[in-house]
């Protein structure tokens, strides 16, 4: 199959998005099939690229807001008259979405939205962007997203159509419990303290206002260190400095980028791995800690507990509860048995339930099912 990828983020951009197109993308390829991915740039430039068997296209990005859908919208039109697209598949239901459905329905293309998490939670309220993603939704052949709560919230926002549940995978070959590596602990200042981790871009609706608070108070008791792998967001920043004037002796250690082979490292350093979301869909980082035996602490939002059950292979705590978060921590650094069986029981559950050959194969199923009956 011809499939066409279209995101508002793709590597080198940061986040999960970017990661999670990126890994559909270069299975799909590995699988035989032609893919290529659109995702705005940073300038009124169009360019594309190949590499490893995936065609990656930046789209421009003009001045007027209005000229930029419209120009691409003509360039997958023109890349499809070239050579034709079996499907469209777009991630994110903000205008890129709106682009790729409308061109699916004028160029008679079966067209995929996928629902991740800020746009149906956030970015639907926004009067702005709301006509088109109630369009994207209510016209696309197929709806997936990687969380329950995600899919009763399109399905609210399109009763009918067709939604199909797709969880994120995860490569536990790469990601795996292994010795913590020293010699990285010691050029992190972290030798001789617990380790509390972060992994992705620290951020208001990722909690990181309750993760520095709860911090403060496991720190507080113990020789403690948080560890920011991904950076924080720049409207962010503001709130570390002023931490970080506040509570001087507190390490705060981030790593503003991490690549993708070295993320085991990480996870291996740290003791427990707080994902304290306001908002989420199914974080990557989740995955990630669990294929990697990770004491996990999340909050009970979006797809977190499709994943993690309460005291059987993780915690959960509510949303914005500081002091919650702060008291599970605790107990978990306090328990290394527990930590150990919490996080076997979460590579277990990766393995069983969020594979890449899972989300490799329900995508593929889900483009047969769209296709086919188009072929015959």
Known sequence: MRIALLSEKYPP???????SVQRLAQMLAAAGHAVRVFAPNDTPESRCVTSGGIEVC??????RGDDTLAEWFSILATRHAAQPFDVIHTYYVTPLAFVGVYAGRSLEVPAIVSARGNDLDRAVFDPAKSAQILYALQNADAITANSRDLIRKAQALAPGRLAILIPNGVDANHFQAAPRDEAVAQTLGLTGRAVIG???EARSKKGFASLLIAYRAVAQQRPAALLLGGGVRRDDKELLKVFQKQQPDLPVVVVPYIAHEALPAYYNLMDV???PSIRDGLPNALL???ACERALVGTAVGGIP???GDGANGRLVPPGDADALAH???????????????????????LREFTVEQELEKNLA????LVEPRVQ
Request: glycine share 10%; hydrophobic share 45%; aromatic share 4%.
């Open 13 to 19: 951009d940061p986040g999960g998005l970017a990661i």
């Open 58 to 63: 930046r789209l421009p990005v003009l001045r």
């Open 198 to 200: 972060f992994v992705g």
């Open 273 to 275: 791995l707080a994902l």
């Open 288 to 290: 990630e800690g669990m």
């Open 306 to 308: 499709d994943a993690i």
């Open 328 to 350: 599970v921590i605790s107990e978990l650094l306090d328990d290394a048995d527990l930590r150990q069986r919490l996080g076997r029981r979460a590579r277990e559950t990766a």
């Open 366 to 369: 889900l483009y047969r099912q």
